[in-house]
């Protein structure tokens, strides 16, 4: 069972506002700090993830915090394939609810989205609009028999899942686990009758999800898994279908979402359903997802073209390509995380002002890496976050790891 004490708060609004301000009096002061040293609010242009520029400066650098793992955000094809869709359709958007009116390119999206991640495909402005829209419907018993259910937050369970609970409280008992504690949750499945448990796939500050033993629980006890995989979206699976697709079939008591912003390369939400009748269901009911605000034509045409590519030969040559990054990575600068096959790594320095301190003095030199500390990390382990992508060169990423071993104790 985990003892991880020091594992941080999550900050959810009104109802642990006193526990939030404490949080801001910590944490605001570094951040003040990571502004002092130009680190905070850049304003950029480029031509790639590896060539950004300073607007005011000219100065030049390589982006370590993008999650653009497959280079697609700057794909000639995802790029044309927005301004293609606006060509062809004339307009932004119909700015109309999707539940009455949809544009066909939306729903050939979805369409397609189905057949390529194998399951029902709702789509959403954003991931966080969707899990807003479904998670309350969840917990209050209607997406499933057995009545409103206890929703168990992981720990770590991003932001975006963790501030929907002072909404979910108002349907039935919210509860937060300690990280991957299997142990936790069963005892509570075995409390009572009917559970959800909400986190991520592949976490944003690095790991997973213990897969394994969820679908023990699911089966034993009818354990609903709530689970958004926006870090490996795109990066592993035939068709890119992401950590818990690729390693688990959906079924009608699991719902996975997801980004199309990060390894996918475009923009918008999309929740892959274990229950086809969920979408129309969804559609009506569960709030901004049915609002007038939806993916618009030039985000569309954009997946559609990624999409394209994750058709074809090119997205198992990207995964490659990422997954060799990775394993030099992990060769040549060790971390927790390292041979997970994931892309997110940490580098512990533990004081938040030498993290920072390192993060401006990495810039410095023509590489962001952006300065992680508490509440994003528990207090005494702040640290630079890397986000390896595929569309960086060895010789690049040689030479970061070469500076941030210069800069720090990582060996």
């Not at 607007?55 to 999650?67: D, N, P, R």
């Not at 090119?314 to 096959?341: H, K, M, V």
């Not at 976050?385 to 800069?407: P, T």
């Amino acid at each position: 069972m985990s003892t991880d004490v020091n594992a941080p708060p999550n900050f959810v609004g009104p109802r642990r506002y006193r526990n939030g301000e404490k949080m801001l009096r910590v944490s605001d002061p570094v951040w003040q700090a990571a502004a002092d040293n130009g680190l905070i609010g850049l304003r950029v242009a480029g031509t790639s993830n590896n060539r950004l520029v300073v607007s005011e400066t000219g100065h030049e650098f390589v982006s370590l915090c993008s999650s653009a793992y497959l280079g697609l955000n700057f794909h000639p094809k995802v790029v044309a394939g927005a301004v293609e869709s606006l060509r062809q359709t004339g307009t932004t958007g119909l700015m109309v609810s999707n539940t009455r009116i949809r544009h066909e390119v939306l729903g050939r999206l979805e369409d397609e989205l189905a057949e390529l991640f194998r399951a029902r495909v709702l789509t959403g402005v954003s991931c966080t609009a969707l899990t807003f829209g479904i998670l309350p419907l969840l917990a209050s018993g209607h997406l499933a028999p057995g009545g409103p259910r206890v929703m168990v937050f992981d720990r770590f369970a991003h932001l975006s899942m963790a501030y929907v609970k002072p909404i979910v409280a108002d349907e039935t008992t919210v509860l937060t686990s300690p990280h991957n504690d299997l142990d936790f949750l069963e005892d509570v499945c075995r409390k009572y009758p009917s559970v959800a448990y909400v986190a991520d796939g592949a976490y944003s500050m690095g790991g997973a999800a213990a897969l394994e033993g969820l679908r023990e629980l699911q089966d034993r006890y009818g354990l609903f898994l709530y689970l958004d995989d926006s870090h490996s979206l795109s990066i592993t699976g035939e068709h890119g279908e992401g950590f818990v697709r690729s390693r688990m079939d959906l079924n009608p008591l699991t719902i996975v979402v997801s980004t199309l912003h990060k390894g996918f390369g475009a923009n918008g939400g999309i929740a892959m359903l274990g229950r086809p009748e969920w979408f129309d269901f969804m559609q009506r009911h569960a709030g901004p997802v049915g609002w007038s605000q939806n993916m618009e034509v030039p985000d569309v045409g954009a997946a559609l073209a990624s999409a394209e590519i994750h058709r074809s030969p090119e997205l198992g040559e990207l995964q490659r390509r990422l997954q060799a990054n990775i394993d030099y990575f992990d060769r040549r600068l060790p971390t927790s995380f390292a041979g997970n096959g994931l892309p997110v790594r940490v580098i512990r320095i533990g004081d938040a002002d030498r993290a920072v301190a390192a993060s401006a003095e990495l810039f410095r030199r023509g590489f962001y890496s952006s300065a992680v500390f508490f509440p994003i990390v528990p207090h005494g382990e702040a640290g630079l976050r890397v986000m390896i992508r595929a569309d960086i060169g060895e010789e690049q990423l040689g030479r970061f790891i070469d500076n941030v071993k210069e800069l720090t104790d990582a060996d």
